[in-house]
């Protein structure tokens, strides 16, 4: 069965420091690893996906099959940061539409 | 992307009744959308897998017979709780897959929240 972990439900740190959000997944194939975020009021929304591996907010992810991990990283945190960050996972596209496992998410505060 | 709405975004119902969510995609046909549902402070777990002009499919543990899902066009999709109960309040999203080559992006409409009393 596949999972996703979040290790940490909260998660803060002081505006400008480097900020790390962890995701570990387990899953038998090969999979597709996403960043969700959710800011205050508003509906969950696609940060970032592993397959395109571009900067998107000055997020970046990394996916480490040997750690199975998917950890999500901005050097220099900033206030509108502020959000519940969800990673998801799905099987590796295929033409078709794929289901997505959650992860318990992380709420992220950054501190002025 | 695209754009996805619900309606209502609330309602409270009384134990008993049976309330009807909408899913609508505005920019775009839809032919398979997801329903979830999130308790407070919990993550998004999928309840079912709704495709159009076919019966939903539904995860190990959600009631077909109470979680009723119709899709019966490319853009609406519907999700009935039948003889709602208290602790079927949650906060239920809808969400619609997009193609774009080989690969399906999801995106998410804003949520209804239901409180049955």
């Known amino acids: 069965a596949q999972r996703v972990t979040q290790p940490e439900k909260l998660l803060s740190v002081f505006k400008g420091a480097p900020v790390e959000l962890k995701c570990n997944y387990s899953y038998s194939g090969s999979p597709e690893l996403f960043w969700y975020v959710q800011y205050s009021r508003q509906r969950l929304q696609l940060l970032l996906r592993?397959?395109s591996r571009e900067s998107i907010k000055g997020f970046t992810a990394d996916l480490n099959k040997g750690e199975t991990s998917f950890h999500l990283k901005k050097p220099f945190a900033q206030e509108e940061d502020s959000a519940m960050y969800y990673c998801?996972?799905?099987?590796?596209?295929?033409?078709?539409?794929?289901?997505?496992?959650f992860g318990s998410g992380t709420q992220l505060t950054v501190l002025p | 992307g695209a754009v996805v709405s619900q309606h209502p975004s609330w309602v409270i119902c009384k134990s008993g009744t049976s309330v009807k969510i909408e899913c609508r995609s505005l920019d775009f046909q839809a032919t398979t959308m997801f329903w979830y549902r999130q308790f407070p402070k919990q993550s998004l777990m999928l309840m079912a897998t709704s495709n159009e002009g076919s019966k939903a499919t539904y995860e190990q543990g959600v009631e077909k017979d109470k979680f009723l899902i119709n899709h019966a066009s490319l853009t609406l999709s519907t999700l009935t709780v039948t003889s709602a109960h208290p602790e079927d309040s949650s906060f239920y999203i809808c969400s619609v897959s997009r193609l774009a080559g080989v690969a399906d992006t999801q995106y998410f409409g804003p949520g209804t929240r239901l409180t049955v009393l």
């Open positions: 592993h397959i």
């Open positions: 998801a996972l799905s099987p590796r596209a295929s033409g078709s539409a794929r289901q997505l496992t």
